[in-house]
């Protein structure tokens, strides 16, 4: 049952029941879509906690519930971004001629044969910095502008980390056939 009115109010009060109301109702949906930005089951937990500490401390901001949801998601995504920012390495280089190769039209149709736990496992193999731009613009909607002012890219980087991360999906799938199917 979604979050009411009163139950955000008492929130704001720092009810401790609200509160524990307001966790239990968000942490399955915030941890599986922090999952899709985080390595692991762990890294995801992290994120969804971190997350967690933001929203209570600037639930206060919130006006009206009808907004709650989207705000909860814009604090989440923000700090899956914060997370990536405090964890660069060195990108992992795919060849741009590999990344051409791949074409929207049968990516999608890839996507649409696999199921959301495989896709999830694809997306835990990507680099960060792919991982990041492939969630933000294939499974959030940002644009490749929103995308480079969110990590401080170009818009051009944010094209080309979105192609090579496809064309990585991809080859990970002909390199390992048995990838989701192991015992």
């Known amino acids: 049952m979604p979050i009411s009115a009163n139950e955000l109010t008492a929130c704001q009060q720092q009810d401790r029941k609200a509160q524990a109301t307001?966790?239990?109702?968000?942490?399955?949906?915030?941890?599986?879509?922090?999952?899709?930005?985080?390595?692991?089951?762990?890294?995801?937990?992290?994120?969804?906690?971190?997350?967690?500490?933001?929203?209570?401390?600037?639930?206060?901001?919130?006006?009206?519930?009808?907004?709650?949801?989207?705000?909860?998601?814009s604090v989440t995504i923000r700090t899956a971004i914060d997370h990536y920012r405090s964890q660069l390495h060195e990108p992992v280089v795919v060849p741009i001629e590999a990344a051409a190769e791949v074409a929207d039209n049968s990516f999608n149709t890839f996507l649409d044969q696999l199921s959301i736990e495989e896709i999830q496992r694809m997306i835990a193999l990507l680099p960060t910095g792919y991982r990041m731009v492939f969630n933000l613009y294939l499974i959030d909607g940002f644009s490749h502008a929103e995308i480079a002012r969110l990590l401080g890219i170009s818009e051009g980087t944010s094209k080309s980390q979105l192609a090579k991360a496809k064309a990585l999906f991809f080859k990970t799938i002909k390199g390992n056939p048995n990838l989701f199917y192991a015992p």
């Open 22 to 73: 307001l966790y239990d109702y968000y942490k399955g949906r915030l941890l599986g879509f922090c999952r899709r930005y985080a390595r692991t089951v762990a890294e995801a937990e992290d994120i969804m906690l971190d997350s967690f500490v933001k929203i209570f401390a600037q639930l206060h901001t919130v006006k009206r519930v009808e907004s709650l949801d989207a705000w909860v998601k």
